[in-house]
């Protein structure tokens, strides 16, 4: 136990990370979660984009106090005072070199009394290799060492990096990229290396102009700054407990569920009655407005027990509705902790259908989908110049894709890691359930029921188009927002309030959109019940005059226009860069000036 109170230098840190280990800051301890990786419900790559870094503030927004209790029996050490400086994953590129393990054996312990140097390892041979990542293992408490940020970072700036992580370049607005200007000081090539060189070009100045943007409006990320944001979101973080919001409103509940049971009664009268497009209608509203609960299921935002959440969302999205609670979450939770991040949210990596931010228009490897890459050929070429015209016919179709990803899940490693774990009947449940829907819906209701091909193909397209509103609702939110790679400095809330928007809507109107038009304050506060959320989101807005960080919101039409204005501004980006490839294949210049 003692062993497990002593401090951990930094250095330290990054040689067990260097030697494959899961290590996350929490709170003052340093945490070893090697054993918890494929044990956790929400999925292993939940934990991997967290390692090197301190995830005080995502893992208190994503977990019941009674989780966090529990943290303390996988901690290896404590932190020095202080702020720690944040280093990059090794999902996302972090690079760490193992040293001599006997510079790290023996912990540093700091005695009671002493100042916050006393013992701590300072080694100018091993320093972060990012000007956005100096040591601040000096500092003597959070509060206290904002003024005393802005004095050591510039020092420990000039320091000689022998550790090295990507680095966040000022130019491409990419971690270990080369410059536009890299580029054109290199020796000349053969035409079609020109060609493809041409092309990186381009986006490296589309990524820098979107990084230059963010640099304007949002506050700074130095250090100072970036922690007093930190300091007030957890004081507001407190407010929102103390003021009841986590409370689940559960009268509220009793009215959603008299308004799905009303929705089905709808359907199976109209059934009864032959109204087939009555019917088909009715359903595909049903399984619009029931898929919220879902989400706040999948968010242990109802009852709070893991189980009993588990299985109203098993009930409601892999029963009611044919669609896996497990492959929702897996990627759901990824995109709330990198949200927008184009290497690394699922929810964004779209290509070649549809291209969102710069980054996408050369060939890109996803970290969530085990390194698959996302080529950009001449499929992209031709579709993503019209995703402005595709958005909302493929939207309306978007239900068939996630019954595809989530049959994928569950035959998938990702599902079948829980087995050794408590939580081994998730994915025997979730067959079952979605075996059921389409035995109900599949084969009683389509093909017997239904009376000929015609009447059920018009059946499924309606009842799945009818559904489109919570695909657009879902995408609304993001697609339109930010998608920057800012650095390790950047804040869990300004990250989180940079790359999503909230959608205005009268208090009535409330439960056609469930909850997902207050995307900003949910993914400050994913736990909050949807109920509630429309009470944090004043504390939201005095969080963000009070910050300086831009609060989003829109109407939603008006999100709809910045959503289709994205797409359309991308998709002539393609066409810009595809003219440019075949200027310099022609005449062996850019032609980008």
Same mark, same amino acid.
């Given at each position: ?23 996350v ?11 918890w ?12 984009h ?14 019941l ?41 023996t ?5 009671e009394?002493?100042s ?40 420990e700036e ?52 979107? =990084?230059d $943007?963010?640099?304007?409006?949002? +506050?700074?990320? &130095? #250090?100072?700054? /970036? ?64 898929m ?13 027990n ?27 939770? =990824?995109? $709330?902790?990198?949200?927008?991040? +184009?290497?690394? &949210? #699922?929810?964004? /990596? ?28 001449a ?46 009947w ?31 193909v018009?059946?499924?397209?309606i ?5 489109? #509103? ?28 940079r ?49 300086g ?8 039409v ?15 980006q ?20």
């Amino acid at each position: 136990m003692m062993e497990r109170d002593k401090i951990m230098t930094p250095c330290a840190v990054r040689e067990l990370i260097a030697d494959g280990q899961t290590i996350v800051i929490f709170e003052d301890y340093v945490l070893r979660l090697d054993s918890w990786l494929g044990k956790h419900p929400g999925g292993s790559l939940a934990i991997l984009h967290m390692v090197g870094k301190d995830a005080t503030d995502e893992i208190n927004a994503y977990h019941l106090s009674t989780t966090l209790k529990t943290m303390k029996a996988y901690r290896i050490g404590r932190k020095p005072p202080g702020v720690w400086a944040n280093t990059t994953p090794p999902i996302r590129g972090g690079i760490y070199e193992k040293r001599d393990a006997s510079l790290f054996d023996t912990p540093v312990d700091v005695p009671e009394g002493s100042s916050d140097t006393d013992g701590v390892v300072s080694d100018d041979s091993i320093s972060l290799a990012s000007d956005d990542q100096s040591s601040l293992s000096s500092i003597s408490s959070l509060t206290e060492s904002i003024t005393d940020l802005k004095d050591v970072r510039s020092s420990e700036e000039k320091q000689t990096m022998h550790w090295r992580a990507p680095v966040f370049n000022s130019k491409t607005g990419e971690k270990g990229g080369l410059a536009a200007d890299d580029h054109a000081s290199s020796a000349p090539v053969a035409a079609a290396s020109r060609v493809a060189m041409s092309g990186d070009a381009f986006v490296a100045q589309a990524v820098q102009q979107e =990084v230059d $943007h963010d640099n304007g409006i949002y +506050p700074s990320l &130095d #250090p100072a700054v /970036q922690q007093e944001i930190v300091i007030k979101y957890r004081q507001l973080h407190q407010k929102v407990q103390d003021m009841g919001y986590y409370e689940c409103p559960y009268l509220d509940y009793g009215k959603e569920m008299l308004r799905y049971s009303l929705l089905f009664t709808g359907f199976i009268v109209a059934l009864r009655y032959e109204w087939f497009i009555t019917s088909a209608i009715m359903l595909g509203t049903f399984w619009q407005q029931i898929m919220f609960t879902a989400h706040d299921a999948g968010h242990r935002a109802i009852t709070k027990n893991f189980v009993v959440d588990t299985l109203i969302g098993m009930f409601v999205a892999d029963f009611c509705c044919g669609l896996s609670i497990g492959w929702w979450k897996s990627s759901h939770n =990824v995109h $709330h902790l990198i949200t927008n991040s +184009p290497e690394h &949210d #699922p929810d964004i /990596q779209n290509t070649p259908i549809f291209a969102t931010a710069p980054a996408f228009l050369k060939n890109l490897r996803s970290s969530y989908y085990d390194g698959f890459i996302f080529y950009w050929d001449a499929a992209a070429e031709f579709l993503v110049p019209y995703q402005a015209y595709t958005y909302y016919p493929i939207m309306g179709l978007a239900r068939f894709n996630l019954y595809l990803l989530s049959w994928l899940h569950v035959l998938s490693a990702k599902s079948s890691a829980l087995g050794s774990s408590k939580a081994w009947w998730i994915r025997p449940g979730e067959i079952a359930f979605m075996t059921c829907y389409w035995y109900i819906f599949g084969y009683l209701l389509l093909w017997c029921t239904l009376p000929n091909w015609t009447i059920r193909v018009a059946f499924v397209l309606i009842s799945h188009i009818v559904t489109m #509103p919570l695909h657009v609702q879902i995408t609304l939110s993001h697609w339109g927002m930010s998608h920057s790679e800012m650095g390790e400095t950047e804040s869990f809330p300004q990250r989180q309030l940079r790359t999503t928007m909230d959608v205005d809507c009268p208090a009535w109107f409330d439960f056609y959109h469930g909850g997902l038009q207050f995307q900003a304050v949910h993914h400050l506060f994913p736990r909050v019940p949807r109920h509630n959320l429309r009470k944090v989101q004043v504390l939201v807005r005095e969080f963000c005059k009070d910050t300086g960080i831009p609060y989003s919101i829109l109407g939603f039409v008006d999100g709809n226009k910045k959503v289709i204005g994205r797409l359309g501004e991308l998709g002539e980006q393609v066409k810009i860069m595809v003219n440019c490839q075949k200027y310099m294949a022609e005449t062996g210049e850019s032609g980008l000036h």
